[in-house]
């Protein structure tokens, strides 16, 4: 392994994309397991702190360190089985999002989960559970999990597939790989029915895989991950569309979504079948202007959308067009494209007005206030301009963008000052506050880490917290990992 004392070198590794930092005193880059064993057990006897780094592009100060060590997993990055028949792909865990997509896609395979930013590890997307634009269809990256192997912190091995351990009502046991037992409760809280990565996952008779996916690096390093693969769809037809009233790309939307889920319920190819439906507001455009001078000077707002195409590619192509005229979308001025590489230039847009929101708020010396909240498909329309609402009265600059396929809203206050930096927290508590009181999430994919510890408090309630602790306890008898990440570390202490 190769471990990194020097401060200058390991200054990478004490931020995230969320601009939150800490501090460290080495970090240790294993080329295998039994290198992750050696470190963890040494952690465990000295009680040192150890934070796991995927790539650093979390948005919530995950991987961020509050002293002791890191363990970070860039050298683990080897494919290391592919079986074409059973559709399946086993990798070491700092292997790159891309990289695998390419890969699979090369054998006309096809691994659905697509953060914006597929500059991402594996084992980090397991870890939070990483969903994206194609989630919409597809599912987080949960659903593809076939087969993990975890070193937990004393040293010990798990290594556990789906539908080998199932609790039994809210009892979890798992056998270690030395024969150990594991036994523990699972916190009965409630997860809501949207799209969530607000904390463990948990649930009666629940599947114990489950268990660790979206875990954030509390419960143990994931060292290998078997994932499922889909065929690869023939082609694809991908649209941005603009529209010069706000509110028809909203009920563009709200249709598509609901013709989609429908016509997927049939599992009929035949109709409107979305990947994935993306919204971006006025202020979005906007700010992608710069980039973008073939944004209609008009447009209000855009939605992006894509759908697999079999042989019924006109009668797909039809259905589309007569909903955009439906809602006075700009069919002329909009963008279509059936080849990859102007679907690639779709997904850069996306990914830019990620990115350059990230930039002006780094540009100002501030973080960025972005919400990830998500609630029932009922609620969104009205949900949305409730939030909207909240930052125009108070003039602030804004822009809202995000999965509105899923009712999953990326509202991104832009604070200019401090005093604005400030109310932008007391809005952005609000609207969690909003999305929980109507069933919904305060996180539907980028986790808790350590910067919405509190909103998960408002969520769930500090029972259910204490529950989650209890449930670490297990697991990490020495408190060493992931610590402060989805709770505070005083929960351990009760
Ligand atoms: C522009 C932009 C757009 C984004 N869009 C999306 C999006 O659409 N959807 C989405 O879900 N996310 C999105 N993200 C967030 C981010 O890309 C994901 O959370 C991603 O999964 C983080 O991967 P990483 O390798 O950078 O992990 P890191 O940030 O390094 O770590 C993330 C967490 O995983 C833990 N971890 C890492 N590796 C392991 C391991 N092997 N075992 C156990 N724990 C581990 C860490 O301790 C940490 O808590 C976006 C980020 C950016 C900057």
Redesign the pocket.
């Known amino acids: 392994m190769i471990i990194k004392t020097n401060q200058d070198e390991i200054q990478n590794y004490l931020s ?2 969320s601009n939150f930092s800490g501090n460290c005193r080495s970090v240790y880059l294993p080329f295998s397991e039994l290198e992750i064993i050696e470190i963890l057990k040494s952690c465990h006897q000295t009680k040192t702190k150890v ?9 919530n100060g ?2 961020v360190p509050q002293g002791g060590i890191i363990i970070s ?1 860039e050298l683990m990055n080897k494919i290391i089985s592919f079986d074409s028949t059973a559709k399946t792909i086993t990798v070491q ?1 700092g292997v790159i999002l891309k990289d695998l997509q390419d890969y699979v896609e090369s054998k006309k395979l096809f691994y659905p989960p ?4 597929s ?3 594996i ?6 559970n ?4 194609r989630t919409f269809k597809y599912g987080p990256s949960r659903d593809y999990v076939e087969e993990l192997r ?1 070193v937990i912190p004393d040293g010990r091995i798990i290594n556990i597939s789906r539908n080998q351990f199932t609790a039994k009502n809210f009892n979890g046991k798992l056998i270690a790989e030395d024969g150990s037992e594991i036994n523990f409760t699972i916190p009965n809280y409630k997860m809501p029915k949207t799209k969530n ?1 607000s904390g463990y996952f948990c649930a009666e008779n629940m599947d114990m895989i489950d268990l660790f996916i979206g ?3 509390t419960l ?4 290998e991950i078997k994932l499922k693969l889909i065929d690869l769809p023939s082609s694809i037809f991908s649209c941005i569309v603009f529209f010069n009233e706000e509110i028809n790309a909203l009920n563009f939307i709200v249709e598509a979504r609901d013709h989609s889920k429908n016509d997927s319920a049939e599992n009929s190819s035949k109709k409107c079948d979305a990947q994935g439906l993306e919204f971006f507001d006025f202020n979005s455009l906007k700010l992608l202007a710069e980039k973008y001078s073939q944004i209609p000077a008009e447009a209000k707002a855009a939605v992006w959308f894509e759908q697999e195409l079999s042989n019924n590619y006109d009668f797909i192509i039809d259905t589309w067009m007569s909903l955009i005229n439906r809602y006075n979308g700009q069919t002329d001025k909009s963008w279509f494209a059936v080849n990859k590489n102007d679907q690639d230039k779709f997904k850069e847009f996306r ?1 830019k007005i ?2 350059t929101v ?1 930039e002006i708020v780094t540009k100002r010396g501030l973080k960025k206030v972005g919400t990830d909240v998500a609630v029932p498909d009922k609620f969104f329309v009205e949900f949305y301009y409730l939030c909207k609402n909240k930052v125009e009265n108070h003039n602030l600059d804004y822009a809202a963008y995000g ?1 509105f396929g899923n009712s999953h809203i990326h509202l991104n206050i832009l604070p200019k000052n401090l005093y604005e930096y400030e109310l932008s927290q007391k809005i952005y508590s609000e609207i969690c506050f909003e999305a929980v009181e109507r069933n919904g999430t305060i996180s539907a ?3 808790i ?1 350590k910067l919405k510890r509190n909103y998960l408090l408002t969520m769930y309630g500090e029972s259910s917290i204490k529950q989650m602790a209890a449930l670490k306890l297990v697991f990490d008898q020495n408190k060493i990992l ?1 610590i402060g ?1 989805i709770f505070e570390e005083k929960y351990l202490n009760y």
């Open positions: 995230d994309a934070t796991i780094s995927g790539n650093g592009t979390g948005l995950g991987r997993l865990p697509d953060p914006t930013e500059n991402c590890f084992g980090a997307t397991v870890a939070t990483a969903s994206g634009t975890i990565a875990s954030e690096g143990g390093v994931i060292s990914h990620a990115t990230n999965h994919e980028h986790g880490g992931g990440n």
